[in-house]
T-cell receptor, first 114, second 115 residues
Framework: AQKITQTQPGMFVQEKEAVTLDCTYD???????LFWYKQPSSGEMIFLIY??????QNATEGRYSLNFQKARKSANLVISASQLGDSAMYFC???????????FGTGTSLTVIP | DVKVTQSSRYLVKRTGEKVFLECVQD?????MFWYRQDPGLGLRLIYF???????EKGDIPEGYSVSREKKERFSLILESASTNQTSMYLC??????????????FGPGTRLTVL
């Protein structure tokens, strides 16, 4: 079974609107971490946001927030007030336990339309 | 500023050649990683290292080996390159503080073509 599933290969959003990128995960470990990364066309992977499995509150970093629904095993990324520079590939990832094994999804391509 | 550098952005090699990809981080991180990225497959972990001379296999270690002689440097070695190893290779180092932060910093990537 896939550890991380991103079901939206491509998404479009109007500039200044909010967009949600979906991510579901699969683990039986009670301790895990969830991450989102952005990869612009230049290729560099940029860390956006992190959520620990025991964190009570949803993580937020500026315009990025992670909608963590533990029972549904869902970790959606919400980008508010989209900007043209947000056009990129977005990857969801999970770390099981506190080790170094990370699993990445296949990514969602986001295009922001002026 | 955090920095992870990789020895080449683009590399073209012939089948059967031995290939070295080098990665250097300047953040004194203990954990370093090598991934390969292929369209439609996301990133897949090849190897990681949690200390000097310490390494563990990831999901797809076959055909690869690694070396970590110094804390700041993590090398990926393709012993005998094959065409199915044509890919983008990404190195990362990890900052981890339990309960506080967990961040991987990535290098710019090396696009390897094996002919």
């Amino acid at each position: 079974a896939q550890k991380i599933t991103q079901t939206q290969p491509g998404m479009f959003v109007q500039e200044k609107e909010a967009v949600t990128l979906d991510c579901t995960y699969d683990t039986s470990d009670p301790s895990y971490g969830l991450f989102w990364y952005k990869q612009p066309s230049s290729g560099e992977m940029i860390f956006l946001i992190y959520q620990g499995s025991y964190d009570q509150q949803n993580a937020t970093e500026g315009r990025y927030s992670l909608n963590f629904q533990k029972a549904r095993k869902s970790a959606n990324l919400v980008i508010s007030a989209s900007q043209l520079g947000d056009s990129a590939m977005y990857f969801c990832a999970m770390r099981e336990g506190n080790g170094n094994q990370f699993y990445f999804g296949t990514g969602t391509s986001l295009t922001v339309i002026p | 500023d955090v920095k992870v550098t990789q020895s080449s952005r683009y590399l073209v090699k012939r089948t059967g050649e031995k290939v070295f990809l080098e990665c250097v981080q300047d953040m004194d991180h203990e954990n370093m990683f090598w991934y390969r990225q292929d369209p439609g497959l996301g990133l897949r972990l090849i190897y990681f290292s949690y200390d000097v001379k310490m390494k563990e296999k990831g999901d797809i270690p076959e055909g690869y080996s690694v070396s970590r002689e110094k804390k700041e440097r993590f090398s990926l070695i393709l012993e005998s390159a094959s065409t199915n190893q044509t890919s983008m290779y990404l190195c990362a180092s990890r900052f981890f503080l339990a309960g506080v932060a967990d961040t991987q910093y990535f290098g710019p990537g090396t696009r390897l073509t094996v002919l």
